[in-house]
């Protein structure tokens, strides 16, 4: 293994917690465009201060002592000093530049909270290594991430005490998330109950999934008998086109680079997804729909949704779907696709394939493409073990308590979810029109960034309210809980 810039730390990680907390206040950066968390503009901030923790590298060896250095943010302006509550927003598989001004920041105001944010660890600037080889990979993991988020607490709340002067006092902690953070959220409460009073799972996918025919069916469901079969039509056009020349088909869509078929029929299949996924599906229906009803060449049509859209406004790139730069193991801006591919190929899987009968993406992405992929990106020897992954977490069958699921009706990430409700776990559904990944917390569009999560341009604003309230009574109900019954007791 390359030497990682990681060393054993001199003082206690607590002291140098607290000095980092002190002394390392710098400007953020803005962030290269990410799909899962796409901003831009200082307004979508509440801060983009970043702060470091010195955290560890491998938490379940004794033996090994590295750490390294993990970004982090906290935002203070609404804290009811000294016992308001603490809110703990996950980042997951993208840069975290900051905290994101969305509703998160008006249930900080209304509850008088403190919100922090940790980066998930090799994300962003959180590398523990100079270099991504696959052997170096080994150490990410949704595991390894709980326990940083777990001590990562712990020594936030110790600096806190120090800071306000106080003895061994604790706050009370919610933790937030949204899709794979979602799901961390809902893990973090399963296995660290003594260290929340709950958590918000919004459209966490706790269920890892090796084959996810549902995801591709959703989609038609959601864009409903015209736009469907539109859809349908195009990726059959698109077929027959590379087929006899797929140089040209491909620079139709400015993605000639994609030397592998299945890439470029994957690129075509999440760009329209993301319409529906991120609540802008008359971006894509509305003119796909006019063309096939005009007689028009509907890959024409698509083609133009693709460059102005996705490519353009959207801001997707199509170097995220390149087998060739996914296996480039320098860390740099770009490499957020080949971090979460290697999670995709090892922990969850997620495999997009295009079902048996009735698909709209092309059948060519199917479970093969996606197992070619892990093995030439990553190497021999890797795939997922989903069945390891849902037994340790349990999947949608998930044994907790105090955990809020929510989702958004359009969202086909919602077959990942948990959707039924159990004793302390209510699970609620958004329904609407343009309601899709995180609506109670981005609002609508999802995608772009809705500040403070604003849901007048969602169909149907008061589903969103009607669900705004449960989870608020729900956060209220819990922390109430917690200061009765004392923190440390509290389960």
């Known amino acids: 293994m390359e030497a990682p810039s990681v060393k054993p730390p001199s003082w206690p990680t607590v002291v140098l917690f607290v000095l980092s907390m002190l002394l390392s206040i710098s400007n953020g950066l803005m962030p290269p465009v990410v799909m899962l968390n796409k901003l831009s503009g200082s307004t979508n901030y509440l801060t983009t201060n970043q702060l470091w923790f010195n955290q560890t590298l491998d938490h379940f060896s004794p033996y090994d002592h590295r750490w390294f250095d993990q970004r982090y943010y906290e935002l203070l302006d609404h804290f009811r000093s000294p016992d308001g509550p603490i809110f703990l927003r996950i980042c997951g598989e993208y840069t975290c530049d900051g905290i994101p001004n969305d509703y998160l920041g008006v249930l900080a105001k209304k509850f008088g909270a403190a919100v922090v944010s940790l980066e998930h660890r090799y994300y962003g600037k959180s590398s523990p290594f100079i270099s991504l080889s696959t052997e170096n990979l080994k150490y990410l993991s949704s595991k390894q991430a709980l326990f940083d988020l777990a001590i990562f607490r712990q020594r936030y709340q110790e600096s806190l005490n120090l800071k306000l002067k106080r003895g061994d006092a604790e706050n009370t902690w919610f933790v937030f998330g949204i899709s794979y953070p979602g799901a961390l959220s809902a893990w973090f409460r399963l296995k660290f109950p003594h260290l929340t009073c709950g958590s918000l799972a919004s459209s966490a996918v706790v269920q890892a999934i090796y084959n996810f025919t549902e995801f591709d069916q959703q989609i038609g469901v959601s864009a409903g008998p015209e736009c469907k079969a539109a859809l349908q039509e195009t990726t059959q056009l698109v077929e027959q086109r590379l087929a006899s020349n797929a140089k040209a088909v491909k620079t139709m869509f400015d993605a000639a680079e994609l030397e592998i078929e299945g890439d470029f029929l994957y690129f075509l299949a999440d760009a329209a997804v993301t319409a529906f996924q991120y609540g802008n599906p008359d971006k894509l229906c509305t003119p796909l729909v006019e063309a096939k009803n005009a007689g028009e060449d509907l890959v024409d049509a698509y083609a133009k949704f693709v460059k102005e859209y996705y490519l353009g406004s959207f801001g997707a790139s199509v170097q995220t779907y390149n087998q060739k730069r996914l296996k480039n193991t320098a860390v740099t801006d770009q490499s957020t696709d080949r971090l979460w591919w290697f999670q995709v190929c090892t922990e969850v899987a997620f495999f997009q394939v295009a ?14 493409y996606h197992l070619d992929l892990c093995k030439n990106v990553f190497g021999e020897g890797i ?8 037994i340790y977490y349990g999947g949608t069958k998930i044994a907790g308590s105090k955990i809020v699921f929510t989702n958004g009706s359009q969202d086909p990430w919602r077959h990942a979810s948990k959707q039924t409700s159990s004793p302390d776990m ?7 029109h343009n309601c899709g990944h995180g609506t109670d917390l981005r609002g609508c569009p999802q995608s772009p960034l809705t500040p403070e999560g604003d849901a007048q341009n969602c169909s149907s604003p008061d589903a969103v309210h009607k669900v705004r309230q449960q989870v608020i009574e729900k956060i209220d109900l819990w922390l109430s809980e917690c200061q009765s019954v004392g923190w440390r007791s509290s389960m």
């Open 383 to 390: 795939y997922p073990d989903v069945d390891s992954t849902n």
């Open 355 to 368: 079902p048996a009968n009735d698909s709209i993406r092309s059948s060519k992405v199917d479970t093969s």
């Open 426 to 432: 209510p699970s609620y559904l958004i329904t609407c």
